[in-house]
């Protein structure tokens, strides 16, 4: 006997419209550098809540673009600059030179990044571990770099003019200085050197501003420092030294080349001489020159560090610079207080 036919199978209802809608995606987080400070990334974080929240990532890219995530070379900046105070002080600055001179440390450092940055817009992207800065991941403009540039370098003009004429006439060299420095990296195996007499010139500034002169041991300092600064820049070169050669940068590491270990040695030893004919012409006391002997094993610690070339342990020596600083700081502030 045939069976009945069985009734159509009912479809499932379609689902809402609104249910078939895909989700928008997540926004994505800002990229940072490889080589920012987590620590530094965390507090940006917690200081931009303050901000409305559509504000937020454009502050966030130029503080990035600054190197507020990355403090270590403002206080690599920041030691010699005290150092310069506390000697032409002969003790304790004056609060508002040590503010004034403070402030600008972090104001100059953010606009020769942007400028730096900026010189270096085609060269940074073919460098692994800074292809992310905001510039050459293509967050920021180079327009809008150069105003950034031009603003800093405005507020700390205006900084300078609290001190006294010459400090005044003295900071349009410093000024020169760090627009000069980041373009040097073309023309020049050195640019090291020049990115030294950048930072160091905050030291003849300094003793121009307590003193109203500039006299031999500031410039004996500030020849120390040259000497420093290429140390550390050197080894921070040797990060990416195999980069840097396939871009057509230049620098140190990439002129000393196998040299490098032997001749940043020499360096070494010739900013040490320096410093120790400083705290011999300033008359310091015992706590300097037990820095100074501290100074000098954080050093060898460099050294050995570095023994096998990995970049990673380069980048390490080169951040351990900051404790060196602040150690001679401490020593020489000590120091003076003794005296």
């Not at 809608?21 to 809540?49: C, Q, W, Y």
């Not at 032409?88 to 020769?112: E, Q």
Request: proline share 9%; hydrophobic share 55%.
């Amino acid at each position: 006997m045939p069976q009945p036919p069985r009734p159509p199978r009912r479809q499932p209802p379609k689902p809402h419209a609104a249910r078939l809608r895909p989700r928008p995606p997540a926004p994505a987080a800002t990229a940072r550098p490889a080589d920012a400070s987590a620590r530094s990334t965390a507090a940006i974080e917690f200081l931009l809540r303050a901000l409305p929240e559509r504000w937020r990532d454009r502050a966030r890219v130029y503080l990035v673009l600054t190197r507020f995530d990355r403090p270590v070379g403002a206080l690599l900046l920041m030691w010699p600059t005290w150092w310069a105070l506390w000697l032409a002080a002969h003790d304790f600055p004056p609060w508002k030179l040590l503010l004034i001179f403070t402030v600008g440390v972090f104001v100059m450092r953010a606009a020769g990044c942007a400028i730096n940055d900026y010189a270096d817009r085609d060269l940074d992207p073919q460098v692994r571990r800074i292809s992310g800065r905001p510039l050459a991941a293509g967050r920021v403009t180079p327009r809008e770099a150069l105003i950034v540039f031009a603003a800093l370098l405005a507020v700390a003009f205006g900084l300078v003019l609290l001190t006294n004429p010459l400090t005044i006439k003295l900071s349009f060299a410093g000024a020169a200085l760090a627009a000069l420095y980041p373009f040097s990296k073309r023309h020049t195996d050195l640019p090291q050197v020049v990115l030294g007499a950048a930072f160091g010139w905050s030291i003849p500034m300094a003793f121009a501003a307590v003193q109203g002169t500039v006299p031999p041991l500031g410039w004996l300092l500030f020849l120390g420092n040259v000497l420093w600064s290429t140390i550390y820049d050197t080894e921070y070169a040797m990060v990416d030294r195999e980069d840097d050669l396939k871009a057509g940068a230049r620098s140190t590491a990439i002129l000393f080349g196998d040299a490098d270990l032997p001749i940043l040695g020499v360096l070494i030893a010739s900013f040490l001489l320096a410093m120790l004919l400083v705290g011999t012409r300033a008359q310091l006391a015992w706590p300097y020159f037990l820095g100074l002997a501290a100074a000098a094993g954080q050093f060898g610690w460099q050294l050995w560090a570095q023994r096998e070339r990995r970049p990673e342990r380069c980048l390490a020596a080169f951040r351990a610079n900051n404790l060196l600083g602040m150690t001679l700081w401490a020593g020489m502030a000590l120091a003076l207080a003794l005296r």
